[in-house]
């Protein structure tokens, strides 16, 4: 089945549907929509605990760019710096979301969180 459907779309059309529906039904649409506004993605990105290292320190002091070149001609390469050039979209994901899944631990890290 292809479709040009939102996850926020169907979201919506199923608040719509409780909103209309219940006695309290607006009360709890309207509570599931901060919810849903306040979630995080469905598909974080998963990078492993030394590459969030890197973007966590790189991140404000460098733009992604920056970040990229170094791993890929930098003095010397690492693991870490390889898995980054290996995985570019992964790690770009992570870099603009601000938030990723530590491979090793399934922990979630923000940056916004260490302000």
Known sequence: MTSN???RDVFDDAAFNIETSAPD???FADELRQRY?????????????EVGEILRSAHGQTN???VLETAKNGYKVSETLAWIIANQNTFAS??????????????????EAEK
């Open 94 to 111: 992570a870099w603009v979301l601000g938030v990723w899944r530590v491979e090793e631990t399934g922990e979630i890290v923000k940056l």
């Open 5 to 7: 459907e939102t996850k």
């Open 64 to 66: 992604l760019l920056g």
């Open 37 to 49: 506004d306040a979630a995080l993605p469905d598909d974080l990105p998963v990078i492993p605990k």
């Open 25 to 27: 039904g607006p009360k």
